[in-house]
């Protein structure tokens, strides 16, 4: 099934290359997400396509109309980075007393898990990005980091926040 993910994944990256001049780094817990989603004891792997379309064509599509992501750019942080970026949210997470359920810093974007506060989803959001972009800056790190935008989903009993506390368990990669 991972050969099956790679070789589509490899093919959407080539598209996105020839028709945006854009470089596709896919981490390796998409792979692990794409297998889960993109096989079925029904239909085998025929929901591979669909898997990668949601999951991956889709968002970009989204951030290269929306002007997130332009011509020539490659977003991606290193395993050292990652861990950088966490360590600067949860103590940021600490210091505000907001308790993160879970915390899972990708390659270019994060998850995290978080019981309401005081302060504003978008003032969070806001604030945690200045962290975490501060924290790379003082590595060394140049450049775009994070996209403008974030999706927030609300979930509104115990079982919605423990499935999304595990996805992004799972999400970490």
């Known amino acids: 099934m991972r050969k099956i993910a790679t070789l589509l994944v490899k093919e959407a990256a080539s598209r996105l290359k020839e028709e945006h001049g854009m470089k596709l780094d896919v981490d ?48 991606k942080l290193t395993k050292r980075e990652k861990e950088t970026v966490r360590q600067a949210i949860l103590s940021e997470s600490q210091r505000i007393g907001q308790n993160l359920e879970a ?20 003032r969070i959001v806001s604030m945690y990005k200045s962290v975490a972009t501060r924290a790379l800056r ?3 790190r140049s ?19 423990a499935r999304k506390i595990e996805y992004i368990q799972n999400h970490n990669g």
């Not at 390796?28 to 990668?52: C, D, P, T």
């Not at 935008?149 to 079982?159: H, I, L, M, P, V």
Request: net charge neutral; proline share 2%.
């Open 138 to 140: 003082s590595v060394g």
């Open 103 to 122: 915390l899972a810093v990708c390659t270019n974007h994060l998850h995290l898990a978080a019981r309401s506060c005081c302060k504003s989803i978008e």
């Open 28 to 75: 390796k817990s998409v792979f692990k997400l794409l297998v889960e989603k993109g096989f079925s004891e029904e239909f085998g792997a025929r929901e591979m396509h669909r898997a990668i379309t949601e999951n991956i064509e889709d968002p970009l599509s989204e951030k290269i109309l929306s002007g997130q992501f332009k011509k020539g750019q490659t977003v």
């Open 143 to 161: 450049g775009p980091i994070w996209t403008t935008g974030f999706d927030k989903r609300f979930c509104f009993t115990e079982a919605d926040l």
